[in-house]
């Protein structure tokens, strides 16, 4: 008899076979010979039995060749001895399924070790006997009611887990806004990780990375804004009433996140999806949901400016205004700040195109409602204040109007240092700004020795900030050492402090100027400062890149 291997089977082991002489190998280790099993021994006596009547009946065939009764009884026999072939093929695709089987499987029971052994004897009955399956029945009974019992009491746990995390939330949300606790910040962050640490719900998540994203710790936030968004897609899929204003919320905030740590194609992938959502809630409940379109087309248009793409950015932020300034008209109290703030970066992108006069317009009647506003408010709106100060002063400066611009980067600088001494980690980067602008008009105008200072003291915060968050942070520190390398071919000449800050604006960049074309013309700018002392920009870029 030959080897049989089995071949091209499911949930087998490769090189499972069946020698010559009946032996079972599994893996090179032989488990049983089913030729000693009493099925092989039953099935070969019948094989017997019909070889002799099939031999028997070919001689009477033979002798009465013309006696139709032979020639069918030969048939029969012959469909018989094919049957029972068949039994005992299958009979040795079982065996070794069942060898494959007791090999794969943990004999955990003495049940299964017993009925092992009576099968590797070849007796297949005493090994059915062992497995009673009246008692493994009752055994198994009794062990679904149990399961069924962990069951609610998992259940019961995960209730209590939950409870537990939503009391852990609003704890860490009590804390952040308990800011006479010196340790504010640290204990809100321990609370949301308790409340993590009991139960993941798309609550605490949410809360915890705009919490994080609010204290600028970009990185941070991302996985949960991530977590936050799986899981009101799911949630939303199921039960979308309630969830999928929840989904373009997530959205939009995880977009503001990824536009800060410039993923600019992710930022507006998520803008779009979000703006998508909210037109459609608002087409439904218009009173609701049209301030969510107006902001997220104010978001889309922030990013869409600092990608260069000017008509998409104007046309969002119209359509923003517009929206937003027919409800201020309902409710002005609510809805003025935002007018301001859409009027403020339409001028800011007005500014870019060289509309200075509608630029200029915007701005004012931004500055207008924002000096109102701080007269009431002054802790919510006097950053307001100084961001259109500072912005109105970059476009006075560009239509040389020196003295109000620098009237403006002034009053700007003294509001964003006073917030910077109570909320340093907010503020010090608008400081930054704010100090590179204003030594950017100093050089204009001769005054280098306070714009040298300027300069140096932006670039100082900037690196501070960008060693605890590169990310969000090396831009401005390119930003500001290209306009110190410029500063030191153009206004006080000095060939060596000029290149230090080439090549410190080219290794700050470079992680962005495939993605930001903002730091892209910082690079550019360095470059052409280099190629303006001599060198050669190629050789340059991998000398800096390596430093």
């Known amino acids: 008899m030959d080897e049989i291997r089995v071949e091209n089977s ?29 099925q092989y021994q039953d099935l070969i006596n019948q094989r017997d039995k019909l070889d002799n009547r099939f031999s028997k009946n070919r001689q009477k065939r033979e002798k009465y ?52 052994q009576y099968f590797e004897t070849g007796d297949y009955a005493a090994a059915r006997i062992i497995l009673d399956a009246d008692q493994m029945g009752d055994e198994l009974d009794a062990l679904l009611r149990q399961k069924e019992q962990l069951q609610h009491l998992q259940a019961e746990n995960e209730t209590n887990l939950i409870d537990k995390a939503n009391e852990f939330l609003i704890l860490a949300r009590l804390t952040a806004v308990d800011f006479i606790l010196a340790d504010r910040y640290d204990k809100t962050i321990k609370y949301f990780e308790q409340s993590l640490k009991a139960a993941h719900t798309v609550d605490n998540t949410f809360a915890y990375a705009y919490f994080l994203q ?6 941070a936030a991302l996985p949960f804004y991530t977590e936050a968004l799986e899981v009101c897609r799911r949630l939303a899929e199921a ?22 740590r410039n993923e600019f194609p992710a930022a507006e992938a998520g803008y779009q ?76 992108l007005q500014k870019d195109g060289n509309e200075f006069p509608a630029a200029e317009a915007g701005y004012q009647e ?14 919510t709106y006097l950053p307001d204040v100084a961001m259109t100060l500072n912005d109105l002063a970059i476009l006075q400066k560009d239509g040389n109007e020196f003295a109000a611009a620098e009237a403006g980067y002034q009053e700007a600088l003294a509001i964003y240092r006073g917030l910077a001494e109570a909320n340093p980690q907010t503020y010090l980067p608008d400081v930054a700004g704010t100090l590179n602008n204003l030594a ?12 040298e200072a300027g300069y140096q003291e932006a670039l100082a915060i900037y690196r501070g900030l960008a060693e605890a968050n590169p990310q969000t942070y090396l831009p401005g520190v390119a930003m500001t050492a290209v306009n110190m390398s410029v500063f030191y071919l153009q206004a006080v000449p000095d060939r060596e402090k000029s290149l230090v800050f080439v ?40 000398e800096a890149v390596k430093a």
């Open 273 to 348: 999806e979000g703006l998508a959502i909210y037109r459609r809630l608002a087409e439904a409940n218009p009173q609701t949901y049209l301030p969510d379109v107006a902001a997220t087309l104010n978001n889309l248009a922030i990013l869409q400016k600092a990608g260069n793409e000017f008509p998409a950015a104007e046309a969002g932020y119209q359509e923003a205004l517009a929206i937003r300034r027919g409800l201020a008209e309902a409710n002005p109290q609510t809805y003025l700040p935002y007018v301001a703030m859409t009027l403020n970066n339409l001028s800011l």
């Open 239 to 260: 039960n979308p009433q309630s969830y999928v204003p929840e989904l373009a919320t997530t959205l939009n905030n995880l977009a503001v996140l990824q536009k800060d």
């Open 440 to 451: 950017l008009l100093q050089q204009a105008t001769n005054e280098f020795a306070a714009a």
């Open 214 to 219: 609010g204290h600028n710790q970009f990185t």
């Open 10 to 38: 499911q949930n087998v082991i490769a090189g499972s076979t069946v020698s010559a002489n009946g032996d079972v190998l599994v893996g090179g280790q032989k488990i049983t010979n089913y030729f000693y099993s009493a």
């Open 503 to 542: 090549k410190e604006t080219l290794v700050s960049a470079q992680p962005f100027v495939k993605s930001v074309p903002s730091v892209q013309n910082y690079a550019s700018t360095a470059l052409q400062v280099a190629e303006a002392w001599g060198l050669n920009k190629e050789g340059f870029i991998e």
């Open 65 to 116: 060749p013309d006696d139709e009764d032979f020639k069918t009884e030969q048939l029969q026999i012959d469909e018989e001895r094919n049957e029972l072939q068949k039994k005992l093929d299958d009979l040795k695709h079982e065996v070794i399924r069942l060898a494959e089987t007791f090999v794969k499987i943990p004999l955990n029971t003495e049940r299964l070790r017993l009925a092992r």
């Open 366 to 379: 931004a500055l207008a409602i924002r000096c109102r506003l701080a007269e009431a408010n002054p802790q």
